[in-house]
């Protein structure tokens, strides 16, 4: 089959290519009362400064302003706070705390910002299968969020550690769609979008996306179930990631810290001291962790964090 490329990753077109589902579905959230949500203070924390208007190249513009300044991580949840999702506290902690948080952090926060400019967004959830075979039985318990454009439906997903795409991805399989970290496409498993990462010469499975609407109460229970299931990984790992403005992807599992550049290339180091710690997670992502929290972080993980090459979902 001849690949399908798009430079700007819509045409008229492409609506034509979609499954019927990704075409009908309309389960618009409500739009954000005012006075909950500050829009003046989470643009300034993304450091945006371009158009407001709900438009494609402004999702597109905000995605990756919103993905570089505010990293992934998981800390809390090796503290045992179950992360609160409610939009005051995501903005106390990820705006004016200046920390980060996992997808469902992410995507609601970027929700919220979404909704305050007049962007219509349906809820969604994927299945991750990244390291996995494409069709396996995965729970649901990754966010994302679908944005209604004229262009049509496109993925927004600032949640996904080291391999969130960047840039809005048109709802349509088989169209590689370059993003400023690399090319990605969704090919349909069993009526699902699988989205794919060409990573060097190969497509590496990410998450099926179920095409859909969930409600905010489904969100709290994968949170929950997240954050606290004896075998997910953010309970003894010290994980984060940033997707830099060169094209390349900085990630921290535990004491490794990797760079993996626009052709694939990969750089590791290895942190030791305290101070590295520090350093790195302060200058490097970007991020206020107090020094009582890490110090109890890095505790946790020398007694039962993962040994060895980081979870596939981080490699």
Sequence with gaps: MKRQRTSNLTSASDASRMPRHWLTLRCYTR??????????????????????????????????????AIAYESLDVMLGRVPRL???????????QRRGGYCFEQNMLFRAGLRSLGYRVTNLQ?????????????????????????EGPHLADVGFGNLAP???????????????????????????????????????????????????AEYEVA???????PDAPYLHNMIAARPLLDGSRLTLFNGRVTSRGPGGQRRRRNLKSTED?????????????????????????????TRGAPHPFFA
């Design 166 to 216: 960047t840039a809005p991805l048109l709802l349509a399989p088989h169209v590689e769609q370059p993003t400023p970290h690399g090319t990605m496409r969704f090919v349909e498993v069993a009526g699902e979008l699988t989205l794919q990462s060409l990573l060097g010469v190969h497509w590496e499975h990410i998450y099926r996306v179920i095409p859909y609407p969930r409600y905010d």
């Design 31 to 68: 739009p954000m009362p005012k006075g909950v949500f500050d829009q003046g203070a989470w643009l300034g924390r993304i450091r945006y400064k371009g158009p407001l208007a709900p438009t494609l190249e402004t999702l597109r513009g905000l995605i990756i302003a919103h993905a570089h």
């Design 86 to 96: 409610d939009v005051t506290a995501l903005q106390d902690k990820m705006v004016a």
């Design 126 to 150: 994927g299945r991750v299968v990244r390291g996995m075979a494409i069709d396996a039985p995965r729970p649901a318990i990754h966010m994302l969020l679908q944005v209604e454009l004229p």
């Design 277 to 305: 710690f520090a350093t790195v997670l302060r200058d490097e992502f970007d991020l206020a962790v107090p020094d009582h929290d890490l110090e109890q972080m890095l505790r946790i993980k020398e007694e039962r964090g």
């Design 223 to 229: 949170n929950w179930y997240t954050a606290t299931h």
